[in-house]
């Protein structure tokens, strides 16, 4: 099981990453015009298969292709090939579908690859599809990132498809995808029916009320789903639905570790179904209810929950308005009361030094709190003295 507190700070599952030890060069082929020296198995693979198949070569998936042979050479076995379209390293030219097509290739057959991540790329749906076929083939994968990388519903439903017989993956990361309600329903779908899958990413991928509504309902039974996150679906309409379905959830539920509802526009009266469910709900370590609409309102029935609630460990509440009102009602529960909550974030809240100070008065009795997150609220001298 992860570890909360790293995954806020937006840290993989632990999977191995290679990491180059010497400047990278071959980023192009040398100055004579020659081809690119090819050393290592899958390098020379990769090389071919672009030759026989009149491809031009990506020179930074042959740099990386390289670090992984030398860590084969190594006897390293749980590889994460990482082949970030954001890396400092990248080229102008990112991995495109067809670049894809060739890794499959490679790595269907390769039992030394565990993790894949080429997130910020532009696979398109043509990626999607050779994601998919590799998500049939290769049995040693256990997490996969393609997070913004231009797939739409079709390629989300081909990828969702393919989890249906997979029992190796871990952790699928699809957000920024746009693969909308459309997509959200076949992956919905999916979580009745795949037992492997512990960990989901579906934020900003334009899902609908219907596919929110359908996890929710799909995660009353699913006992295997650890972490999920349904950030910025499209919602029209101020009866906050999505609130009430994920609240049943959270009572069925007895696995869910974390749980992500950014920009889900919950108010009050959502944030109050959420609670009511944490009054009999035994696992969730981790809930991000930050981008909404919550007040101090909101905050009275939080601060109520965790009097009795002992498993809540992460607490995110930033960009929404508790002001002081809210700050000093959860302060008070968490200088007498809670002793599980290890971390709150109420990043700009528009909170003034008299909330700012509570917190921190809090913080001298509490033993367990040990992060809090404050930036982007009123500070006043009293409270830069605490």
């Known amino acids: 099981m992860w570890d909360p507190g790293k995954e806020a700070a937006g840290a993989g599952p632990g999977f191995p990453t290679p990491v180059p030890t010497t400047t990278p060069n071959p980023f192009s082929a040398p100055a004579d015009g020659s081809a690119p020296e090819v050393t290592g198995h899958l390098q020379e693979t990769y090389y071919n298969l672009c030759m026989e198949k009149s ?141 492997s899958l512990e960990k989901l990413d579906l934020g900003d991928c334009d899902l609908g009320m219907q596919s929110v509504i359908a996890f929710a309902t799909v995660l009353t039974q699913n006992q295997t789903i650890k972490g999920i996150n349904l950030n910025r679906p499209i919602l029209y309409g101020e009866q906050e639905e999505s609130t009430v379905h994920l609240g049943h959830m959270l009572k069925e539920n007895h696995c869910l570790v974390e749980l992500h509802v950014c920009k889900h526009n919950i108010k009050n009266c959502g944030i109050k179904q959420l609670c009511d469910a944490l009054y009999l709900n035994r696992s969730l370590r981790y809930l991000d209810v930050s981008c909404n609409k919550i007040t101090c309102d909101g905050t009275v029935f939080l601060a109520d929950v965790l ?51 509570a917190l921190s008065q809090s913080m001298k009795t509490n033993p367990t709190l040990s992060n809090v997150y404050i930036w982007g609220n009123k500070f006043d001298e009293a409270t830069c003295v605490r």
């Open 55 to 195: 491809q031009k070569i990506n020179t930074f998936i042959l740099h990386i292709l390289q670090e992984v042979d030398e860590e084969l050479e190594k006897g390293s076995e749980g590889i994460t090939l990482n082949i970030a379209g954001n890396s400092r390293l990248m080229p102008e030219e990112r991995v495109t579908g067809k670049d894809f097509w060739i890794l499959f290739r490679i790595l269907k057959k390769s039992p030394y690859i565990s993790g894949l991540d080429v997130r910020y790329n532009l696979i398109s749906d043509v990626g999607a599809y050779y994601a998919a076929r590799l998500l049939q083939k290769q049995h040693k994968l256990v997490y996969l990132n393609l997070m913004f990388n231009d797939i739409g519903p079709e390629g989300g439903e081909l990828i969702a498809k393919a989890l249906h017989k997979n029992t190796t993956l871990k952790y699928l990361r699809m957000t920024g995808n746009k693969i909308e309600n459309k997509g959200g329903m076949f992956f919905a779908a999916m979580l009745q029916i795949n037992s």
């Open 307 to 357: 009097k009795s609630n002992t498993t809540l460990e992460v607490l995110d509440l930033s960009f929404n308005r508790i002001e002081n009102a809210g700050a000093k009602h959860l302060s008070e529960t968490l200088a007498s009361h809670n002793r599980s909550l290890r971390a709150l974030s109420v990043v700009s809240n528009n909170i003034q030094g008299e909330g700012l100070v």
